[in-house]
């Protein structure tokens, strides 16, 4: 890792802009190294995550691996694999599920971190938040019509629903995302990390 980009981590996980707002305070949840091939992009960290320090340590992680077709070990390996979530704190819990990353995050952090990751060859944008920032201009009219639009952003970037098991319905009303995007996406995460 890069002399700059250690001491940004630093700054990161030293933040306290969104204190006062943080049900259970501020804990930014990243990982990151110069060399990483893909970079993941998802919401925010969840209760569990936020408890562990680990990105994607849970239902929705295992799931996600499934999809990439990628053991733990290299999926936390921060030499192959980034992940940089939309807000880096957990933001608490609203009715239907967890509340939106906190903006503070995006505006201050992401532009300088994204820079100091001069080699991803793939973003895997999971999410409406993530995929609003990402793909900007060219996200479709919502999540389902974007991800149906994955040629329009391949091979940069793939964009995919949330892997929480709250999506269980939506996957059962789209079947061809299984066979059309992951049998994709999983040979291009086997191509990167060779």
């Not at 700059?4 to 802009?17: A, F, P, W």
């Not at 804990?27 to 408890?51: C, D, F, M, N, Y």
């Not at 979530?85 to 009715?95: I, L, R």
């Amino acid at each position: 890792m890069s002399t700059t980009l250690i001491k940004l981590v630093k700054e990161i996980h030293s933040c306290t802009l969104c204190s006062e707002v943080l049900p259970l305070g501020p804990r930014p949840v990243i990982q990151v190294g110069t060399s990483a091939k893909i970079l993941i992009v998802g919401q925010a960290p969840g209760s569990r995550v936020h408890e562990t320090g680990i990105p994607f340590n849970d239902p929705s992680g295992d799931r996600l691996r499934s999809w990439m077709g990628i053991e733990k070990e290299a999926f936390y390996d921060e030499s192959k694999v980034a992940i940089v979530p939309m807000g880096f704190c957990f933001p608490g819990t609203g009715k239907s599920g967890d509340l939106p990353p906190r903006p503070e995050c995006a505006k201050t952090w992401r532009v300088k971190l994204l820079d100091q990751l001069p080699d991803i060859a793939l973003t895997v944008v999971v999410g409406q938040y993530a995929q609003s920032w990402h793909l900007g201009k060219y996200n479709k009219e919502n999540l389902t019509e974007t991800v149906k639009a994955w040629r329009d952003y391949w091979p940069m970037a793939i964009p995919l629903p949330h892997p929480s098991p709250r999506n269980n319905i939506w996957l059962k009303k789209n079947p061809w995302f299984e066979k059309e995007v992951l049998t994709t996406l999983q040979k291009k995460v086997k191509t990167l990390l060779k």
